[in-house]
């Protein structure tokens, strides 16, 4: 009688703490969650050029180029004029403000970016709350924030259906400020200059 109580108790925390709402957790968003988490795992290196529009800059469009070595390596690099830059150099997430001179540090743990850096990602990682899954024309569109700390933002992934590229994501902020970054001339395990993900302030 024992082990089956204890074996009901961990069957109900399990589901208390599950990361997929049981209203998403149908055998077709299985289906779609299995493809785009094979997917990111194929990915080891990506280079490409990238689109971003942020909801706050009105028509204006930034361009640069996006590298990505998993585990958790990232950097994005902007055309001029903007003047920032993102990097994860395996331990941190840095935001370089070169107009302002600021630099910021998050553990990459602390960031949605995660998703995208982790080794071994699942959207059954406990770590994050699965949001929205949607299939809209040839693109499947998954939605998650950290289960802990939901005002870090939510991220979107935008893949294709047939194949599942990586295509773009969208990440909208605690202020409701939605970033989009398209991605294109994707080049995926072709080697990456690892020097492209150590950090240095400009003089």
Known sequence: MKKIILLFLI????KAYAVVPEKLDTPENRVILNKVEQMLHSIKTMN???SEFTSKD?????????YLSRPNKMRLIY??????EFIADGMYFIYYDKGFDQISY???????AA???KPDFSFDDKEFLVTGIEQELDEYR??????????LGELTLITGIDPVDFRQW???????????????????????????FVFQKEE
């Open 106 to 112: 998050l553990e990459i743990d602390q960031t949605p």
């Open 142 to 151: 998954i939605s998650a924030i950290k289960n802990k700390e939901p005002e």
């Open 115 to 117: 998703i995208l850096l």
């Open 48 to 50: 490409s050029r990238f």
């Open 79 to 84: 055309d001029a004029p903007a003047d920032v």
């Open 58 to 66: 009105g028509d204006f469009m930034k361009h640069g180029d996006f």
């Open 11 to 14: 069957l109900f925390s399990m």
């Open 170 to 196: 969208e990440l909208v902020d605690a202020k409701g400020i939605k970033s989009t970054v398209g991605l294109y001339e994707t080049k995926i395990n072709e080697p990456v200059d690892e020097s492209l």
